[in-house]
């Protein structure tokens, strides 16, 4: 008896030691969230409600988030948000059915997803410079167009405006979208499609009934997570809108490094926390689709 009560701790030893190391192991994974997003959240928080030169507590920047000015550049971010998250999933979405119908390992697949993977993360200064030496004043696509006749900013230059913006924000959120809804079209097995076959179905009946109401969770949470992805886009705009602030990123970058109205560092601050504050609820809701959508397609 005395041999298995040291055997006993010895076990409890033995099992806590390999427990001890994978904590250890998620050091450097918590370490990387605190300074890179914990830290900069609180900064941003702390700020926003600090008078300027950090004199004390105010409500005077949050106050300030009710101007125009600013009203206007969240209801052009969200807009541009919307729209370009939108088209991102309703083509990506295509894209992405159009491979599931391919052989799994085929070549077309891993070729396509392969390229979504990288033009999802092509955006920044490159994007800008792309769409500009495009079909920019003087791209290449534009004397061509204007040579025959046809001027694409006869009306205006819209590629520096919203409608401009959300045709290059489209460039890389059709490819993310291929990326997130790929899995759950993955998730569809071809006995629903029988199944509903076997029951007098059509292919209406299947898609209205049977796999559009299973993939509707996917699709709406895929579509939120493209908002985010562009309601926090900074460096395709910086690089493309060189006067202006359009939208709430480029508002942040002028209260931050405006040497004409100084003092805006936490007005900066209190723009930054409107944005985390409409991230977090998007990604809330994007958290919940995603559990609805593993339920049924897990």
């Excluded at 230059?157 to 809804?181: A, C, H, K």
């Excluded at 996917?218 to 926090?232: E, K, M, P, R, V």
């Amino acid at each position: 008896m005395a041999e298995v009560a040291e055997a006993v701790p010895r076990r409890v030893a033995g099992r806590s030691r390999p427990r001890a190391g994978a904590l250890l192991g998620t050091v450097p994974f918590f370490a990387f969230v605190t300074i890179f997003l914990v830290i900069p959240t609180l900064t941003v928080v702390i700020g926003a409600f600090t008078g300027d030169g950090g004199r004390g507590f105010t409500l005077e920047n949050v106050r300030a988030l009710a101007d125009e000015y600013i009203l206007a550049a969240f209801g052009r971010s969200i807009t541009l948000s919307a729209a370009s998250a939108v088209i991102g999933a309703v083509l990506g979405a295509l894209l992405a059915y159009a491979l599931v119908t391919a052989k799994p390992d085929g070549l077309l697949r891993r070729v396509v997803t392969a390229a979504a993977g990288v033009l999802a993360q092509f955006g920044g200064v490159t994007l800008a410079f792309a769409f500009l030496a495009t079909i920019g004043l003087s791209g290449f696509v534009t004397l061509w167009l204007q040579e025959h006749g046809l001027d694409p900013y006869a009306n205006g230059v819209w590629l520096f405006e919203l409608p401009g913006l959300t045709l290059v924000y489209t460039y890389f959120q059709i490819p993310l979208m291929v990326i997130v809804f790929l899995p759950a079209l993955d998730g569809v097995r071809p006995q629903w499609r029988e199944a509903t076959a076997s029951l007098g179905g059509n292919t209406w009946h299947y898609w209205t009934r049977v796999a559009g109401p299973l993939l509707a969770p996917a699709f709406l949470g895929s579509a939120l997570l493209l908002f985010a992805n562009a309601f926090s886009a900074y460096a395709t705009a910086a690089a493309l809108v060189s006067q202006g602030s359009p939208i709430v990123p480029l508002q942040i970058r002028g209260a931050l490094t405006s040497e004409v109205v100084l003092g805006q560092a936490n007005l900066g601050k209190a723009m930054a926390l409107g944005m985390v504050v409409v991230v977090a609820v998007v990604m809330t809701l994007y958290s919940l689709l995603q559990k609805r959508t593993a339920k049924w397609l897990g």
